[in-house]
């Protein structure tokens, strides 16, 4: 038999989440029920109360907008390959 958890967090944080358990190709859903386990497995929470330091940032698209570059000639064709491109 399976019981539903309900928990309330705010729009941010539920987006950034996602954002988290998509790059690790999990659904939020499993990623909760791991650690549920994980935290009864162990008899413990798996990491410190104590907020996280480090600045948090949104996940997501356009979340690395001006953080990277690409050179100009990027889709140029490139010498070592002309033969297969012939």
Known sequence: MT???????????KQRFDGVCES???SPANALRLFIVNVVDHNT??????????PSLPF????????????????APM??????ME
């Open 3 to 13: 019981v539903q958890i309900s928990t309330q967090i705010d729009e941010f944080t």
């Open 24 to 26: 690790m190709g999990i």
């Open 45 to 54: 929470i798996p990491f410190s109360e104590e907020p996280s330091e480090k």
């Open 60 to 75: 997501g698209r356009g979340c690395m907008k001006g953080k990277m570059w690409m050179a100009d000639d990027f889709d």
């Open 79 to 84: 010498e070592d390959f002309r033969e297969y």
